[in-house]
């Protein structure tokens, strides 16, 4: 949050008065020393007290720096629907949130403070790869994690240098990968000492 105006200890700005959210208009009346106008960081909407500001940085539109992305490498199965698998991991995270409604009042995921989408991803031509593929992903993206930020939620991941792609490896890494963890589980069968 950004302190508009006077610079005032926070202690004296939780003690004033409270009061409803201001106009878009930049200056507010005058202020006594213990009134100080807050603004949200996202989007600058102004607010008389912290404790609104807050309240409203929390569903501010411009805040959404997080989101949930599913690789499907097998859409063209018509297996998974991501909007669906997208709705079933936010009832769970509401339900997870309901048993601290106590410590943590008012919160629930919603599309707009919890989005996500499918990330255009290399497709399998099978039915059994799709755990290697999402090992594949899994690496690639602890490797070379894309910078997630509001602009990057509302492009759905896509950018000039796309993180994301049809092209982003090619199946012969999958094969070697699936290859790579046979021959690492016959060597784990054999009781072989396996060095990272």
Same mark, same amino acid.
């Given at each position: ?71 499907? #490498? ?93 092209? #982003?490896? #090619? ?26």
């Amino acid at each position: 949050f950004v302190e508009q105006e006077t610079r005032t200890p926070v202690a004296q700005v939780l003690a004033a008065e409270q009061s409803t959210v201001t106009t878009d208009t930049p200056a507010a009346e005058a202020k006594t020393d213990n009134e100080v106008q807050w603004q949200c960081d996202h989007c600058c909407k102004k607010y008389e007290t912290f404790e609104l500001a807050l309240e409203h940085e929390s569903i501010c539109d411009e805040n959404i720096d997080w989101c949930m992305i599913h690789f499907d #490498s097998g859409k063209h199965f018509k297996l998974h629907k991501s909007t669906e698998v997208l709705g079933n991991i936010r009832k769970y995270l509401n339900a997870a949130a309901a048993e601290y409604e106590s410590t943590h009042p008012g919160v629930i995921f919603t599309t707009k403070n919890m989005p996500g989408f499918s990330a255009v991803v290399p497709q399998q031509d099978n039915a059994k790869d799709c755990g290697v593929y999402m090992l594949e992903m899994a690496e690639r993206m602890m490797r070379n994690t894309p910078q997630i930020d509001n602009a990057f939620v509302k492009r759905k991941g896509a950018s000039k240098n796309n993180f994301f792609g049809n092209n #982003s490896f #090619s199946k012969d890494v999958i094969v070697q990968k699936r290859d790579d963890i046979h021959q690492l589980i016959q060597r784990l069968r054999r009781g072989e000492t396996i060095v990272a």
